[in-house]
């Protein structure tokens, strides 16, 4: 079997274009947006994530986002990751008031990254 080549996720089986899931932990940020969401729903957007990132599973370069985590009061920037348990890793380090502000940082992030969205012609 190949090993995959991200540490912190489970190896897919032989032959197979698997969507796997990471033995990370969620952290606290994580835990508060994420647990309370369908487990279904949340499965089928990491599928459609899966399918994004070309059948990879992981963080999805340049996909980051600004993600509403108290109702009108917090926003923190995202990056989306094909992976059936932590759909959005959440950056605790990246916590804003207004989501302008997210949505600037997780430009700037993209930026400073080098990173552009995924190419789906393969």
């Known amino acids: 079997m190949i ?21 990370e932990p969620l952290n606290e940020l994580e835990k508060s947006v994420i647990s309370d969401l369908d487990e279904d729903k949340v ?24 993600v509403c985590t108290i109702e009108g009061k917090e926003w923190c920037v995202g990056q989306l990751n094909a992976d059936r348990a932590k759909p959005l890793i959440l950056f605790e380090d990246k916590v804003f008031s207004t989501p302008e502000e ?3 940082e997780a430009l700037r992030l993209k930026e400073e990254r080098g990173e552009s969205v995924p190419c789906r012609n393969h």
């Open 43 to 66: 499965n089928d957007l990491a599928e459609c994530l899966f399918t994004l990132n070309n059948r990879q599973y992981g963080p999805i370069a340049g996909a980051y986002v600004a």
């Open 3 to 23: 090993l995959n080549e991200q540490t912190e996720m489970m190896d897919p089986p032989t032959g197979k274009s698997v969507l796997g899931s990471s033995t």
């Open 102 to 104: 997210a949505q600037n």
